[in-house]
């Protein structure tokens, strides 16, 4: 609220007894007054900026309905409170006129009470707009500070984000060389193992065969025999190992061969019926998606045994023009509550290293698993493929 004794009012009136009246009344209120005895003084005096005017409507170089035009008309003082005072132009056309450009319009004779509470109601009212004012400002600068924060803020997301990306794809540029070197040093693996950890084996082998002719009859007969039974299991083992770090039938013969005799292999291995559907047009593929597809096959068959209790597997292998597709589908109990979150599962390492190759190479991976059991589903386009 605003004090008082701290607002000055300015009192123009050409009548010396009305403003000494008038002005007593006023600093018996408590304001500070000053006078102006016509218009051309009032309109020199307004730009000090008096918190209110009191304007008499007759004066002697001009009306007071003109002094009150300039008045709001000048950007400095239009926010003044202008309180018309007439004795002489009293009927409503009149106060029609001043309320035009004042701000009140009192006829005299003025009760000292009426003044003053006329005077205190217009001090509050431009009060009140001056805290409105105040606080739009603030609003307004308010709003151009947050909107300044939000643009420096999204300047910086932008900034971390393309950093973000840039990371992004040096961790997947990396991650497709890891894996293309972890096929390939699975292949050649596999190649020595074959040809010369087997080698080894087979010669061993043959020496151990001359010995069992040499011990015949002998007390080491027996014991020749068991390594020569032990050498076969070891050999066995071994293929088997080669075969699994890297399928020779891949390279030789194709996908659909050689996920027929890792299905063969695996229900023979794990006790679990694996049943092998393809379709009757499939064809060669890119060397680099045949590997994708059969380590998404090799993964799930592994899940499989471990994890879900089913005693039997489906695999169904299809193409398109556009895409090669495989679905690997158990029975067994679904994957359990702790490995979800949110309704999604959390990946292990296996199914994690899968979806980098199906993204390496623009597919997509989808599991769904339910209490009756679980279903993988790799799709990969034929077409404007990644490559490693």
Not at 1 to 22: F, K, P
Not at 86 to 103: C, H, I, K, N, Q
Not at 138 to 158: G, M, T
Request: hydrophobic letters at 35%.
């Amino acid at each position: 609220m605003l004090d008082n004794r701290n607002a000055t009012i300015l009192a123009v009136d050409d009548n010396d007894a009305l403003r000494y009246s008038l002005s007593r009344t006023l600093q018996g209120g408590g304001y500070n007054v000053v006078e102006a005895r016509n218009g051309a003084e009032a309109l020199r005096l307004a730009e000090n900026c008096p918190d209110l005017i009191t304007l008499d409507v007759q004066l002697p170089d001009t009306n007071g309905f003109e002094v009150g035009r300039l008045l709001k008309a000048n950007p400095r003082t239009k926010n003044i409170p202008i309180l018309h005072i007439s004795a002489t132009f009293v009927e409503p056309e009149y106060r029609v006129r001043g309320l035009e450009v004042a701000d009140g319009y009192l006829a005299e004779p003025i009760s000292r009470e009426e003044l003053l509470a006329t005077v205190a109601a217009l001090l509050r009212l431009k009060q009140a707009e001056r805290e409105a004012q105040m606080q739009a400002t603030q609003a307004e600068q308010a709003r151009r500070d947050l909107e300044k924060a939000h643009d420096e803020l999204e300047l910086k997301v932008r900034e971390r984000t393309r950093e973000l990306d840039e990371r992004n794809r040096e961790i997947r540029d990396l991650t497709g060389r890891l894996l293309k070197l972890q096929d390939e040093e699975r292949r050649r693996l596999a190649r020595e193992l074959h040809d010369s950890t087997g080698q080894m084996l087979a010669a061993m082998k043959m020496n151990l065969c001359q010995l069992s002719d040499q011990a015949s009859g002998r007390d080491t007969e027996s014991l020749v025999k068991e390594t020569i039974a032990l050498n076969d299991e070891l050999c066995g083992h071994l293929r088997t190992m080669s075969y699994l770090l890297h399928p020779p039938l891949l390279d030789e013969l194709g996908l659909a061969s050689a996920l027929a005799w890792y299905a063969e292999g695996f229900t023979q291995r794990g006790k679990i019926v694996v049943d092998l559907e393809v379709s009757p047009d499939f064809t060669r593929l890119p060397e680099d998606l045949e590997l994708t597809v059969f380590r998404v096959v090799q993964e799930c068959l592994t899940n499989i045994h471990r994890h879900s209790g089913s005693s039997s597997a489906k695999i169904r292998l299809t193409q398109t023009p556009e895409e090669v597709r495989v679905e690997v589908i158990d029975a067994g109990r679904g994957i359990p509550a702790d490995r979800m979150r949110d309704g999604k599962i959390v990946p292990g390492i296996g199914i994690m290293g899968i979806h980098e190759r199906m993204r390496q190479l623009g597919g997509n991976l989808e599991v769904n698993s339910s209490d009756k059991g679980t279903t993988v589903t790799a799709t990969l386009p034929l077409q404007q493929r990644a490559k490693f």
